[in-house]
Structure formats: C-alpha cells, structure tokens
C-alpha cells in the first residue's frame, strides 16, 4: 500500500520551529477543581467540608485521571490541554478578577502535566473540531475525539487545544509525570511526603542514615512570577 503523501519538513527545521513558537510545548496538562461548597454550620462558625483542589490533586497522584463521558458522547475519556502553562497562568486570573460565578474558569491552579510523546503512547489523540452537524458521520472510534465548532453562533472551544485518550482510568507514571501546584511550599511538600526512604550505606556496609528517593517531580506556578497562594483556591 502506498502511503499517503505528507508535506516534507526536516527534522532540524522542526526543531527551529518549535524554538521560536511560544504557543507551543511538549507537554500536556490536566487542571483540576474542587467540588461544589458543601457547608457545616456549627455554633455560629461555618465551614466548607467539601474536598478542595488539593485534596483531588492528592487521588490523581494515587489513582491515576478518571475519564468521564459528560462531554464524549457517552464514551470514557481523559481530557487534557496542550495550552503553555503560562497562558493557563493568565487563565487563572479570572477567578480572582470575575465578580460573577458563571465568568470564571472551570480550572484552578492544581494539576499535571505528561508528555506529548507518553499521551500518544497510550492512544491520547487530538480533538477533532467540526461542524455540530457532522458528529452523525464519525464512525464510534472517533467520536469520542469529536468537538463541536460552530464561530458564527458562538459555539469555539478552540482555546482549550484539548488532548483526549479514551479510558475509564488513566495511571501516571511518575517518570513522565509533573504535578503543578500553585506555591513552592506545596511543591516540596509533595516531593518530600511521597519520597521513599532509603537507607544510605558506607563503603563497609554500615548504615550512614537515610536519604529520601522522590516519587513525583513538582513545580510551582508561582516559580512563573503568578501569584496564586493556597488559600485563595
């Protein structure tokens, strides 16, 4: 069978290209948020018991990305961005500046990032824009791929540069997996409470302490100069 013909392109040129295009990255991330308020009343003091965007972060780390199918069509999928992490930065702002709950983002400031390359590995494709009415000609192995777009009524989801792999759950690997929190002091806390300790032994086989082996690799958004302390999420 012959292949189908593709634009020739060198290799040292892409690289050149991706060099100088900021809009551009190898990784992929997924941003998370808390669940809804749920509010506990208790001698005139009250308080939101429902889990935070940290606590959600903390269930990724150990149980991988659920996919859901709200979005898909009924299929289980895991979505993702290919947005630069510092154009989410500005995204984020908007929680803070947006005085009405519908006018702010869906995403706050805790979540990973894998690879292009891993995602692909593991059958993560892009999205496909299309035309509302062109959903009934995706064959089922695509439709879950399948977002519409419609700019002359409003209808562009094209900002989100979205990612999707069809699974029900995702498992990280730690070695193509970095957690993004929004301050330095929660980065280290995740690197150092997940780190395994090893015991540090001398030439003669004596033990010479302990050393801590991480697990997850952690950056902070306000290492980007954007400011979005733990407790304004």
């Known amino acids: 069978m012959t292949p189908d013909p593709i634009p020739e392109l060198s290799i040292e040129l892409t690289q050149r290209i991706r060099l100088v295009r900021r809009d551009m990255g190898d990784l992929l991330f997924h941003f998370t948020r808390g669940a809804e308020p749920i509010w506990h009343e208790m001698r ?128 990280l690997d730690p070695k193509h997996t970095l957690v993004i929190v929004p301050t330095s002091a929660e980065a280290f806390e995740i690197v150092y409470e997940h780190a395994n300790p090893e015991v540090d032994v001398n030439a003669d086989g004596s033990a010479n302490g302990v050393f801590h082996t991480p697990t997850w690799l952690a950056v902070s958004l306000d290492m980007f100069g954007f400011n979005y302390g733990a407790n304004d999420a």
């Open 44 to 171: 005139g003091h009250k308080w939101n018991v429902a889990e935070t965007a940290a606590t959600v972060l903390m269930k990724i780390l150990q149980q991988g990305l659920r996919g859901s199918s709200k979005w898909t069509y009924g299929i289980d999928a895991v979505c993702l961005t290919e947005a630069p992490i510092q154009e989410f930065s500005s995204l984020f702002s908007l929680a803070t500046i947006a005085s009405e709950k519908h006018l702010r983002p869906r995403y706050e400031p805790y979540g990973v990032a894998v690879s292009k390359s891993w995602l692909f590995a593991q059958g993560g494709r892009p999205v496909i824009y299309d035309h509302p009415s062109a959903r009934d000609k995706y064959p089922t192995d695509l439709l879950y791929r399948f977002c519409p777009y419609d700019p002359l009524n409003g209808i562009d989801y094209t900002w989100e540069r979205e990612w999707r792999v069809q699974t029900t759950q995702l498992k």
